[in-house]
């Protein structure tokens, strides 16, 4: 008997039973592999085009509300800095500058976040869920009414979300499995009102100087725009116990 203990789990790793890949798991859904028929090649070309490769993807992404643009950023694993490898138009985004505070309030956050789940069976065809509420948004926002489940989606309608079209979403859609399938824990997601150069922060800053809480938040952001701007390197963001953020 202990001997059939012992050679059962060796017989197995020798027959060649593997645990699944994530990309493999997420081809388990039609529109999966859909979003792969359809942009596989495209993201494969584009990523060789810069030379990444797939099995040590790592991506971040940056969210222009008044440009209504999606930039997304990658890089190996091994490299120090990230380059622009896509831009994403933005189909339509709901609110005004400014963050989201409470529910039903139809604003797109604004802030530092990840990705926190894929969808494949979403009723905007397919979606990237984003982790808000936020620590400084669980301070600063209407507790208890703050709302949740906001989205990058495809389709062309935005209560608070941003909708991209279904194409668009196909080609982030396999951007992403393909980051967390080569090993990537947390995807990045920062939110700005504006490309926060100079001259928009001040129209901002003026335009809602008597606005402390946007204020504050712009003025982090603002730190972040810069910094990644000039190192191309993810910044390290702590969320500080009133809600603003040591950006480092």
């Known amino acids: 008997m202990r001997l059939l203990i012992i050679l059962i789990p060796l017989f197995l790793l020798c027959s060649g039973m593997t645990s699944d890949t994530f990309r493999e798991k997420e081809l388990n ?18 990523l060789a085009g810069h030379s990444i490769s797939k099995d040590s ?9 008044t440009e209504k ?18 831009e994403f138009p933005i189909c339509e985004l709901s609110g005004a500058v400014g ?3 409470r529910y039903r309030d139809l604003q797109v956050p604004e802030g ?3 990705l926190s789940d894929l969808n494949p069976f979403s009723k905007y065809y397919l979606s990237i869920q984003i982790n808000y509420p936020n620590a400084s948004d669980s301070i600063r926002g209407v507790r208890g009414h703050l709302g949740n489940y906001i989205f990058i989606h495809g389709s062309c309608v935005s209560s608070g979300c941003l909708a991209i079209t279904n194409d668009r979403i196909r080609e982030l859609f396999v951007y992403c499995i393909e980051a967390y399938n080569s090993g990537q824990e947390e995807i990045g997601i920062t939110i700005y009102p504006a490309k926060l150069h100079d001259d928009n922060y001040s129209v901002l800053k003026s335009g809602y100087s008597k606005d402390k ?13 810069d910094l990644f701007n000039k190192t191309k390197v993810q910044p390290t963001v702590k969320f500080l116990p009133d809600g603003t953020h040591d950006i480092n």
């Open 29 to 46: 859904f039609t529109r999966v592999r859909e979003a792969y028929a359809a942009k596989g090649k495209i993201v494969n070309n584009t």
């Open 57 to 65: 993807l790592r991506i971040y992404l940056r969210a222009f509300k």
């Open 69 to 86: 643009i999606i930039e997304l950023w990658a890089k190996n694993s091994s490299d120090s800095v990230f380059m622009p490898i896509r």
């Open 99 to 101: 963050p989201k505070r």
């Open 112 to 114: 530092f976040y990840h």
């Open 213 to 225: 809480d946007k204020i504050s938040l712009w003025t982090d952001l603002k730190k972040s725009y």
